[in-house]
């Protein structure tokens, strides 16, 4: 497969990252992922302004702009001849002298641009509903970012997959109660039988799936609130949903031992999603 590394379309597999890349040693980046679809990036502008939003908080450089973006991603789909898949961006802070934590103002960031087929998922899940596993949330606290040190997520996913479960739904705790935060790679959202309940954005990823459908269901005049959400209270949910730009909207049917419907309203709004997906045009160019 062809990448796109620092201004050169190169194999995935040649040499290209210094051994002394932020990245590398630190876990010291950021990255973004887009959905392709037809050789389109449905709302690349969202992702690329969460990306360069968080550059600026943590005082990276932006290596390329949202139109430049958008062009290498459509030589790479065209040369790995991927129609419909995920648009990867990495930026990492930059490559050092010697590995040191502490970083200089000046750095040029090393930036990854990778389009690859859609990851294997089943599917039926679509349909049928996917099965998920609780998890403890164990990561810092700076979860409104996409930071690429992800191995809490990435055991945490593994674990739901040795739990033949397609995410995990995590949990902190305060003053004893457990309150729900997301998944791996993954928003939730509730329908409580009257409204959609989604967990506030507080250390978790400002997700633009669940912007997007908690927008479309405001316009299905469906009243929404965001606001903690406890653990003991998903027991009387009537509707979950698992939002991500690879999932869409993805039916819950079961977390741990608590089994929920696949119901009218989580029907409504991934199709309603699907459509609004397959409808996109670039704002940009
Ligand atoms: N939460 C986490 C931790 C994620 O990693 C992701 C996506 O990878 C999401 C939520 C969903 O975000 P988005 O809808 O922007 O893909």
Not at 23 to 41: E, R, S
Not at 88 to 101: K, N, S, V, Y
């Amino acid at each position: 497969m062809k990448v796109f590394f620092n201004g050169k379309i190169v194999n995935s597999n040649s040499p290209i990252v210094s051994a002394f890349d932020r990245g590398m040693t630190f876990g010291d980046g950021l990255y973004d992922v887009v959905k392709v679809i037809n050789g389109k990036f449905p709302f690349i502008e969202d992702h690329v302004k969460r990306l360069e939003r968080s550059s600026k908080f943590f005082k990276m450089k932006s290596r390329y702009s949202l139109s430049e973006i958008e062009s290498i991603a459509l030589e790479l789909s065209s040369v790995n001849g991927v129609e419909d898949g995920e648009l990867f961006l990495e930026i990492t802070r930059g490559t050092d002298t010697i590995r040191d934590h502490i970083f200089e103002e000046e750095y040029d960031p090393n930036f990854l641009e990778v389009v690859q087929p859609l990851r294997k998922i089943d599917r039926n899940l679509w349909e049928t509903g996917a099965k998920i596993v609780t998890y403890p949330d164990m990561r810092h606290g700076l979860c409104e970012h996409k930071t690429i040190d992800l191995l809490p997520n990435v055991l945490a996913k593994n674990y739901a997959h040795s739990k033949d479960a397609y995410e995990v739904l995590m949990f902190r705790t305060q003053n004893g109660r457990k309150y729900v935060t997301e998944g791996g790679s993954s928003s939730y959202i509730f329908f409580d039988g009257e409204r959609i309940v989604a967990p506030k954005i507080d250390n978790i990823l400002p997700s633009i799936t669940r912007s997007k459908v908690l927008s479309i269901a405001k316009s299905m005049d469906l009243e929404v609130i965001e606001r903690r959400v406890w653990l003991d209270e998903v027991r009387h949910m009537k509707e979950v949903m698992l939002l991500s730009t690879v999932s869409k909207v993805m039916p819950v049917v079961k977390i741990d031992d608590m089994s929920f419907l696949f119901g009218e309203k989580t029907r409504k709004l991934a199709s309603a999603f699907e459509n609004l997906i397959l409808s996109y045009r670039a704002k940009i160019s």
